[in-house]
């Protein structure tokens, strides 16, 4: 809303905007008027993917050995120190669309193959059900693809499943968040504030 100074008209100063790398087609700001879309760059991307992937090779070549133990206890199947979502069997993200009757607990895995990047860790009790209805992770994935396309990137988003979970719910959470944590994926909340939310 413009506003009157000395019988002049002026413009109402604009707040700043955040930029937002999978942004919308326009950007709104307060007084209503559009403005062209702030995309990240090309290079900007491949930077924020180099960070991630950086981590993510780390924890690879990191991963802890089993340690021995006097008695040779049997370790946990639960560890998450033994769990790589790198070497699991891929499928399409439509996953969800093919006939099955086999809906189990699992954790899942989002990874985008073309850049071997993890980019969420999720889990469910339903492995059938849990990608029918909305999910925001959903709308993360979606705009990542535009963004590649955008720029003629190549990317190829997959899920793997990961089937020997806990059947408790709580146990099968903290195994999720010690996984996201671990490979600090992007687009999991808990590491928004290390990676930024350029994907809402």
């Known amino acids: 809303m413009p506003y009157h100074d000395s019988g002049r008209i002026q413009p109402t100063p604009l707040e700043p905007q955040q930029l937002n790398i999978f942004a919308n087609n326009t950007i709104t700001p307060s007084y209503g008027s ?19 992937l950086t981590h993510q090779q780390q924890v690879r070549v990191n991963q ?29 993200m439509a996953f969800y669309r093919m006939p099955d009757d086999f809906g189990q ?8 193959s073309a850049a071997s990047l993890l980019l969420y860790v999720g889990e469910t009790k339903r492995s059938n059900k849990r990608w029918r209805g ?11 693809q535009d963004l590649h396309y955008h ?19 709580r146990a099968r959470q903290q195994l999720e968040l010690s996984l996201i944590l671990k490979w600090r ?8 504030e290390l990676w930024g939310q350029p994907f809402k």
């Open 64 to 92: 802890s050995p089993q340690q021995a133990t006097l008695f040779d206890l049997a370790p946990t199947h639960c560890d998450p120190e033994a769990i790589d979502p790198f070497t699991l069997h891929l499928q399409p």
């Open 105 to 112: 607990a699992a954790l899942y895995f989002v990874i985008d």
């Open 34 to 52: 559009k403005v062209d879309t702030l995309l990240m760059s090309a290079d900007a991307l491949q930077k924020w993917k180099s960070r991630i």
């Open 134 to 144: 909305t999910h925001d992770c959903k709308h993360y994935i979606g705009s990542y």
């Open 151 to 169: 720029y003629q990137m190549e990317t190829a988003v997959n899920i793997g499943f990961w089937w020997d979970t806990p059947v408790e719910r």
């Open 185 to 192: 994926s992007p687009f999991n909340k808990e590491n928004w």
